[in-house]
């Protein structure tokens, strides 16, 4: 069974261009989510969608941040413009949750290191 | 507002010896624990968790504590082998409004020497 498949793994850019990052979750599962992980410091959820929803947006910095999930499958996260601070590894995964059985078994993709010059 | 607290940035161990790592939360609302293993380059793997209604589970040479009172679980691994050399995260997931988010603690980077 194949993983969570991101895109790129790795993206250098200058600050204040755009970028996007691709997410394929495993197949089948309703829930994904996008996390931040700055050097040092565990993951930070972005965003969480359920099917093509998204349920919990709270920490999106929305200024600049914005995220779709079409078809509730593949995801894309862009960030425009991006600033020094961006500079993080963006991390997606994705669950199966059925109802109330929500047990945090998330899968991770490799993610996607971001380096803003 | 750091919810899940891993206090040791780093632990050291002899292949074949007891790993402790440790977390703590301050979250009430917290009612499912989970410990995820990440090696370099590649995205965290979850590797064991437990209820709040349990104070112990137990896979193979994993073992997952919950010290519900004190707000603090532990992971022990034993015995340590040099494969388990990696940052494990502590995480917490809440019922009520938070339903489904999962809070990760800082890591903690665990080196097993042969």
């Known amino acids: 069974e194949a993983g969570v498949v991101q895109s790129p793994r790795y993206k250098i850019i200058e600050k204040k261009q755009p970028v996007a990052f691709w997410c394929n979750p495993i197949s089948g599962h309703n829930t994904l989510y996008w996390y931040l992980q700055n050097l040092g410091q565990g993951p930070e959820l972005l965003i969480r969608?359920?099917?093509?929803?998204?349920?919990?947006d709270s920490q999106l910095p929305k200024d600049r941040f914005s995220a779709e999930r079409l078809k509730g499958v593949d995801s894309t996260l862009k960030i425009q413009p991006a600033e020094l601070g961006d500079s993080a590894v963006y991390l997606c995964a994705s669950s199966l949750v059925v109802g109330t059985a929500n047990t945090g078994e998330l899968f991770f993709g490799e993610g996607s290191r971001l380096t803003v010059l | 507002d750091q919810q899940v607290k891993q206090n040791s940035p780093s632990l050291s161990v002899q292949e074949g010896r007891i790993s402790i790592l440790n977390c703590d939360y301050t979250n009430s609302m917290f009612d499912y624990f989970l410990w995820y293993k990440k090696y370099p380059a590649e995205g965290p793997t979850f590797l064991i968790s437990i209820s709040s209604i349990k104070d112990k589970n137990e896979d193979g040479r994993f073992t997952v504590f919950l010290n519900k009172s004190a707000k603090h679980l532990s992971l022990h691994i034993v015995p340590s082998q040099p494969g388990d050399s990696a940052v494990y995260f502590c995480a917490a997931l809440a019922g009520g409004t938070s339903y489904g988010k999962l809070t990760f603690g800082q890591g903690t980077i665990l080196t097993v020497h042969p």
């Open positions: 969608y359920e099917n093509e929803e998204a349920v919990d």
